[in-house]
């Protein structure tokens, strides 16, 4: 099957620094996702990117959706305790459907 | 939140015995799925749904059957449990978008 490659597989960082990771694949998507994952609960999306080069930010996130539609990477700022859980990357061959392909996750921890 | 109920949200089962989730959402999204979370995996698409009665195969649809009679609910059937389909199963819908939301998880046990 398809295989999106998400690095690093687990970081653990102070509080207050930043934070990158990234997604990358042999295929090319339309889409691409970032998503997190606390303890137990489902998936939650953080943010959307629907355009080669675009660049979004939802608070202190920053996603870029890469230029030959093969990669996108994550950026955390300022990190803090709550910014724990296991990020996941996702990509999809369509723009207006749910079916994606994940990463394998990036887990966080953050010391306070 | 998204309003997408799952149940049960655990379970435990013997081999060889049949299993049905649920999904159930108040959005009244066209689009509903079934993923499975395995540790190094990440989340794999087992079925989706496009609309009522309409279903289709996702990456891992082997021992698994779906189905959909109404807009709100889609029914995840393993027909004889294994110990292989020992996992996390999330629900998600979507309606337009690539924007998938999920359920909070079932974890199921074959024993």
């Known amino acids: 099957g398809q295989q999106l490659n998400q690095s690093p597989q687990s970081m653990f960082i102070q509080e207050g620094e930043d934070v990158s990771m990234n997604c990358t694949s042999s295929?090319?998507?339309?889409?691409w996702l970032w998503y997190k994952q606390d303890p137990g609960e489902g998936p939650v999306l953080l943010i959307a990117?629907?355009?080669?080069?675009e660049l979004t930010s939802n608070g202190r996130l920053t996603a870029q959706f890469g230029i030959t539609r093969k990669d996108s990477f994550l950026n955390i700022s300022a990190s803090i305790p709550s910014d724990v859980g296991i990020y996941f990357c996702?990509?999809?061959?369509?723009?207006?459907?749910?079916?994606?392909?994940f990463g394998q996750g990036t887990t966080l921890q953050v010391k306070p | 939140d998204a309003g997408i109920t799952q149940s049960p949200r655990h379970k435990v089962t013997e081999t060889g015995t049949p299993v049905t989730l649920r999904c159930h959402q108040t959005?009244?999204?066209?689009?509903m799925y079934w993923y499975r979370q395995d540790p190094g995996h990440g989340l794999r698409l087992i079925h989706y749904?496009?609309?009522?009665?309409?279903?289709d195969k996702g990456e891992v649809s082997d021992g698994y059957s779906v189905s959909r009679s109404k807009t709100e609910d889609f029914l995840l059937t393993l027909e004889s449990a294994t110990s292989s389909q020992t996992s996390v199963y999330f629900c998600?819908?979507?309606?337009?978008?690539?924007?998938?939301?999920f359920g909070q998880g079932t974890r199921l046990t074959v024993v």
């Open positions: 998600a819908i979507s309606e337009g978008k690539t924007e998938a939301f």
């Open positions: 295929s090319i998507f339309n889409t």
């Open positions: 990117l629907y355009k080669a080069g």
């Open positions: 996702a990509g999809s061959f369509s723009s207006n459907t749910g079916k994606l392909i």
């Open positions: 959005e009244n999204h066209r689009y």
């Open positions: 749904s496009y609309g009522v009665k309409d279903t």
